[in-house]
């Protein structure tokens, strides 16, 4: 069943598990996820497809078996936050902020990274097939 994530947001519909605030188990088809402030939140068990996330603030955020497919992350900041078993497929991640993100068991696949502030940022047992980066600050000094 296809779900309106910016309906979730907006209405505040999510669930406790234990101290987790968390989103779980939805699907989401094209939608255009604008200026949310989604500090904090876990979200597990999601797929977005064919999505464009523009101004979302991630940091501290858990994402926990996500599927990402053809989706823009755009001035998207995911500081420290963890990435668990995530897939990446066809995504653009554009003036973005990964710093001191966790990530693990997660894959890239034919990905594009530009303009994106690695610094810190720790990949755990992680693919990345066929990355294109431009301008990635922490790849350039290496």
């Given amino acids: 069943m296809i779900e309106n994530f910016n309906k979730i947001i907006n209405n505040k519909s999510f669930e406790k598990v234990g101290s987790w605030t968390v989103i ?9 996820i ?3 402030d989604l500090m904090g939140l876990t979200f597990a068990h999601l797929t977005f ?5 523009i101004d979302i603030d ?3 955020t858990n994402f926990i078996s996500c599927d990402f497919t053809n989706c823009n992350f755009t001035e998207t900041i995911f500081l420290k936050s963890e990435l668990d ?3 990446f497929k066809n995504c653009n991640i554009f003036q973005s ?16 990274f530009d303009i994106v502030d690695m610094a810190g940022a720790v990949f755990t047992q992680c693919e990345l097939i066929q990355p294109k980066f431009h301008k990635v600050p922490s790849l350039e000094s290496v």
């Fill in 49 to 53: 497809l064919d999505c464009n996330f």
């Fill in 58 to 60: 991630f940091r501290h």
């Fill in 85 to 87: 078993n995530c897939s």
């Fill in 97 to 112: 902020d990964l710093t001191r993100a966790n990530l693990m068991e997660s894959n890239f696949t034919d990905c594009r």
């Fill in 24 to 32: 779980q188990r939805k699907n989401f088809l094209n939608e255009v």
């Fill in 34 to 36: 604008r200026s949310h």
